[in-house]
């Protein structure tokens, strides 16, 4: 037997999301809900890497989540306002920020803003805790990947359609 039939190739395929960063004009079914008034959009999850990238839009103000990420994130606004009280910095539309793992904040729409949309690079898990720290959910590529599943078939797309967006 020649060494290339023992060959495997480990490339992972290319994925493009067509309109991927269209905010109005795509069919509501494809925004995942996450809580009250917060829906995500995914765009790839990588279960070999352990990373997710989504789109996040809030439509209601105040706090959305306390959480610490296991891995860094990276950011950008592409509508509205945003801020962790923890910090002195404010994401608004056009901004990136990049947050190092570890840190515990709390994610805060402020009252003027009737939506929030930021695109997140997420590595590792977000861990959601209380206002004293203690652990009250976790989230990674594996439960948004079942959550969209489940919606995507709730809502008529198949829980098939999600397949478009591992890697």
Known sequence: MSDT???VNYQVDDLVVPGGLDLDGTD???WVPQADGVVFR???FSVSQGYFVNILRVRRTGTVSRHRH???VHAFTLR???H?????WWA???TYSFEPPGDVHT???PEDVTEMAALFHATGSYLYVDEKGGPTGVEDVFTKLEKARNHYERVGLGASYVEQFIR
């Open 107 to 109: 994610l805060v729409v």
């Open 28 to 30: 509501e079914r494809l």
């Open 5 to 7: 039939a023992h060959e």
């Open 84 to 88: 962790y009280p923890e910090h002195d």
């Open 80 to 82: 509205g306002r945003w």
């Open 70 to 72: 296991t891995g860094p």
């Open 92 to 94: 608004e539309e056009g």
């Open 42 to 44: 995914p765009l790839i």
